[in-house]
């Protein structure tokens, strides 16, 4: 079994800085692709950005420039610096790690976070 823990959201005011973490524990073998999304109120969840194994990133062009993903491979998690909040910025964020927790084909699937809120409002 594998759990995904997420940390650091909260109430920020606009142009303030929150830091999202995002780990992982269990049975892990690896960890390939870790993303984050975000989903607001009536909308859809949506990708925010997402960092491979090697450490490739890409973000979607809301969180360009602001947001930054990162990942510390020895504690299995993942971590999402965000500056600049503006209110649009406002959602539940959850990540997703792609887990791999043996060596056969069906050993590898996506893992869900808990989410967590992340409100900016002056």
């Known amino acids: 079994q594998v759990q995904l823990v997420e940390s650091g959201g909260g109430l920020v005011q606009p142009g303030e800085s929150l830091r999202l973490s995002c780990a992982a524990s269990g049975s892990i073998l690896s960890i390939s692709v870790m993303d984050w999304y975000r989903q607001a109120p009536e909308k859809q969840r949506e990708l925010v950005a997402t960092i491979t194994s090697g450490g490739n990133t890409g973000y979607a062009d809301s969180a360009k420039g602001r947001f930054t993903i990162s990942r510390d491979n020895a504690k299995n998690t993942a971590y999402l610096q965000m500056n600049s909040l503006r209110p649009e910025d406002t959602a539940v964020y959850y990540c997703?790690?792609?887990?791999?927790?043996?060596?056969?084909?069906?050993?590898?699937?996506?893992?869900w976070g808990q989410g967590i809120q992340v409100t900016v409002s002056s």
């Open positions: 997703n790690l792609h887990v791999r927790t043996g060596w056969g084909p069906r050993d590898e699937r996506n893992y």
